[in-house]
């Protein structure tokens, strides 16, 4: 019998199966094991929910089907963090539109003209509006991690951005993280120590500059890797609404720095980290940074 309503479904009848018969038709075998391995299945089919449907190789991509079932309880929380109430067509999506999901945490949409990419938390929709008699179904490219936090406490809880921390801190910049919808290009410690003793003391002695500095790394909306593209400008919150230039070959670079991870969502936006920190221009040939 569903073989049969699966059938109906591809041919594009009116008629269309549950969320899980459209899930199931479409061949996200796995998210339906782990959906009801959770425990969500009954709920899901009890009310009208919209689903951001992960591929198999979506879930391969983050651990083994041993290593997801293993604790059931996290991995709950991961897909109610894929699911929203009420049937979200594509028609409604904006960007940075935010939608709460069953997790209890919000999940942020970006939309991107030049390439037509929709995202959701950094991950790319791929196919769009799969009906179901009570809900609707999006297939994404990646699984969605639920964030632990904002921008500022992610930064707190990585080791490797501590000295990022301390400047941010002794700049009075933490306030200003805490916004809605920022982009953060986040230097490791070692991209900091690259400056050289003599340079940091300059930044560290002049709390206006260290300020223009750190506000060159921050983007006033939300951008993910799927939305860049070689040769984009992107403008940053300095007074001067420096703007800063990304490359997309050979991996993602931005000015002189490269993006050695990327897409790590927060609560109020995303953090790529880089192994340089970027300077202005005017700054560049004033003081001789990064020379």
Not at 57 to 68: I, K, M
Not at 69 to 81: Q, R, S, V
Request: glycine content about 8%; overall charge neutral.
């Amino acid at each position: 019998m569903l073989k049969y309503f699966a059938l109906l479904f591809v041919v594009g009848s009116v008629w269309c199966g549950n969320l899980v018969e459209v899930l199931q038709a479409d061949g996200e075998s796995k998210l339906i094991k782990y959906v009801t391995a959770a425990g969500l299945a009954p709920a899901i089919l009890a009310g009208t929910y919209t689903i951001f449907a992960p591929t198999d190789s979506a879930f391969d991509a983050v651990g083994t089907e041993a290593e997801l079932l293993k604790d059931t309880t996290a991995l709950a929380n991961i897909l109610k963090y894929h699911v929203v109430t009420g049937a979200i067509p594509s028609s409604a999506v904006k960007n940075e539109l935010q939608l709460e999901t069953l997790a209890g945490t919000k999940i942020r949409f970006n939309t991107y003209s030049h390439n037509h990419a929709v995202t959701v938390e950094g991950s790319k929709i791929s196919k769009f509006d799969l009906s179901a008699s009570n809900g609707v179904v999006h297939v994404i490219e990646k699984v969605m991690m639920p964030p632990t936090g904002d921008i500022v406490d992610l930064v707190v809880g990585n080791s490797d951005l501590s000295t990022l921390l301390a400047q941010v801190q002794s700049a009075g910049l933490a306030t200003a993280l805490k916004g809605d919808g920022l982009t953060v290009f986040a230097p490791t410690n070692a991209a900091f120590a690259k400056l050289g003793s003599s340079i940091l003391a300059k930044l560290t002695s002049n709390k206006a500059l260290l300020k223009e500095i750190l506000e060159y790394h921050v983007v006033p909306h939300t951008e993910y890797s799927a939305g860049l593209y070689n040769r984009e400008h992107l403008a940053t919150i300095d007074k001067h609404h420096d703007q800063i230039r990304l490359s997309t070959r050979g991996g993602v670079h931005v000015n002189n720095a490269r993006v050695t991870q990327a897409d790590i969502s927060a609560t109020n936006g995303v953090v790529h980290v880089i192994d340089h920190v970027l300077i202005p221009l005017r700054y560049r040939l004033q003081f001789g940074f990064g020379k």
